[in-house]
């Protein structure tokens, strides 16, 4: 019996690349052949652009969409945390695979003995809200300056700029071996929503794929990362807001923190509790709903006037 391969679509990126290959590896130990399709994302593109004002939602994601909904690709590899909220296209997540470290981490050439010193002026890169708002929360006297590009790209400019410091999701390095250049674990900062996690999209009436997709699903990672997409949802926030949620299991019971703040990170609304697995499906929604009574309502109106 001949059957063809399955097309699987991914940005680029040596990191995208990377998780493509997982999940092609993954397939192939079931029994199904394998095909990449590479396919490049506008956020990829235009590197000029801070992507705070790219508009927000989708930019990664809207070129491999466009090659499923086409049929170019049977299913797409993304990092979870790049893909919206809201998904008005007939494609759906068929599987999220287990989590590797979800945390933030600080990349700086020089050390890290700075940060102990109140009265130094350090500069950081990065290009994300959530990571510059818990930053200046934390160290006020610090200036937080923009960089964009993939990882290796950004890599790239922080050896060619006198910052101090710029700071990368761990996975994002580890998975490309490049997990040498991490000078400190930042476990303070609340990660972004599904930060560590991938997902794989598919048709949503392609019930062949869905069968197949479902069998790499890792439920204790799916039930974790809906929580905190169901927080992100309800803060009507995007990629881009300054909010951050992170969801664990530990001996039956679901860990869950999430956090909002100001752009300037002067302000700032915590939300933190623990249930039982069983209990859990509700927690993101009642986090959004905790942190918008406390008055996290501004950090919305904040975005939305600003657009970032
Ligand atoms: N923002 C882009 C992006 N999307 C996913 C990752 C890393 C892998 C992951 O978090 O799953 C990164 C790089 C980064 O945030 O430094």
Redesign the pocket.
């Known amino acids: 019996m001949s059957k063809s391969p399955i097309r699987i679509g991914t940005r680029d990126s040596q990191?995208a690349t990377w998780q493509a290959k997982q999940v092609a590896g993954k397939l192939q130990k079931q029994g199904h052949e394998t095909e990449l399709v590479f396919v490049k994302s506008e956020g990829d593109l235009d590197l000029s652009t801070p992507l705070t004002e790219m508009g927000g939602k989708g930019v990664?994601t809207k070129a491999l969409d466009e090659a499923q909904l086409s049929g170019q690709v049977d299913i797409a590899v993304h990092?979870?945390?790049?893909l919206p909220t809201e998904n008005p296209l007939p494609l759906k997540v068929g599987a999220i695979l287990d989590r590797?470290d979800p945390r933030d981490t600080l990349v700086a050439p020089g050390g890290t003995d700075f940060l102990d010193d109140t009265s130094y002026q350090a500069t950081i890169a990065t290009g994300?809200n959530r990571r510059r708002a818990q930053w200046l929360h934390r160290y006020p006297h610090h200036e937080v300056v923009d960089i964009r590009g993939n990882?290796n790209t950004?890599l790239k400019k922080v050896e060619d700029n006198d910052w101090d410091g710029a700071?990368?999701?761990a996975?994002?390095l580890q998975?490309i071996d490049l997990g040498h250049h991490i000078s400190q674990y930042l476990d303070w900062m609340v990660s972004?929503a599904a930060?560590?996690?991938?997902a794989v999209m598919i048709r949503e009436e392609d019930e062949n794929m869905q069968e197949i997709i479902e069998a790499l699903n890792h439920d204790e990672t799916a039930l974790c990362t809906t929580i905190e997409r169901d927080f992100l949802h309800d803060m009507e926030a995007g990629c881009s807001a300054p909010v951050g949620a992170y969801a664990f299991i530990e001996d039956g019971q679901v860990h869950f923190k999430a956090v909002a703040l100001t752009l300037d990170g002067s302000e700032r609304y915590d939300y933190e509790e623990t249930v039982a697995v069983g209990e859990a499906s509700d927690l993101g929604h009642a986090a959004a709903q905790d942190l918008l009574s406390q008055g996290a309502i501004k950090v919305i109106e904040e975005m939305k006037s600003d657009r970032r």
């Open positions: 990191l990664f990092s979870f945390k790049d590797a994300s990882v950004r700071i990368f999701a996975a994002g998975r972004a930060q560590g996690a991938m």
